[in-house]
């Protein structure tokens, strides 16, 4: 297991990094899905499609975006792991949100998705090797390894269960 200082330094993605306290991905990951899985049992029905301000997303477009975040996290994880060098776009994520379709999907198939990606996450992490989770790539103009990308995984979750606490629920 790399030790936590493998983490290459990442400015913008400190803030997700920093709200994980584990030093072993896997138990970080199982852990923030056991958390962020009872927390989305709990958000009452009436709140689903509530947004706190004019032109902020929805409970139910937010599961959306981490859905669609965590399927890119986990893409860079695996480019990197394989040694491709092939620099990583960023994306937009308001522009994702925007053309979603998330008000026409229904809240439990949303959980349902979120489940099994992350779930493909975990068995992916579970498979990549010290070494593999060392490779470096770029993405988004910054560099990165698959290690580091883990720990943001779970560090986004977390950003935006606080996020929902504090303004939504």
């Known amino acids: 297991m790399l030790p936590r200082s493998e983490i290459i330094p990442a400015e913008f993605y400190q803030p997700y990094l920093d709200l994980v306290k584990e030093e072993d991905i896997q ?5 923030n899905t056991r958390q962020f899985r009872k927390f989305l049992k709990k958000i009452p029905r009436k709140k689903i499609d509530y947004a706190y301000a004019e032109g902020k997303w929805t409970i139910r477009e937010m599961l959306q975006h981490i859905i669609d975040a965590e399927r890119v996290f986990a893409y860079r994880a695996l480019t990197f792991s394989r040694l491709d060098a092939n620099p990583l776009p960023g994306f ?7 053309n979603s379709g998330a008000s026409e999907r229904s809240w439990n198939d949303l959980q349902e998705e979120w489940s099994a990606i992350r ?3 975990i ?4 498979s990549l090797t010290d070494h593999q989770l060392g490779f470096r790539g770029q993405a988004n103009g910054r560099p990165l390894n698959a290690f580091t990308i883990g ?3 779970a560090g986004h979750v977390a950003h935006h269960m606080r996020i929902l606490k504090e303004r939504y629920l």
Request: charge should be neutral; charged fraction near 25%; glycine fraction near 4%.
């Open 27 to 31: 138990k970080a990951l199982e852990k």
């Open 92 to 98: 937009d994520e308001n522009s994702w949100a925007a």
């Open 119 to 121: 779930k493909a996450t």
């Open 123 to 126: 068995l992916l992490y579970g």
């Open 151 to 153: 720990f943001i995984i």
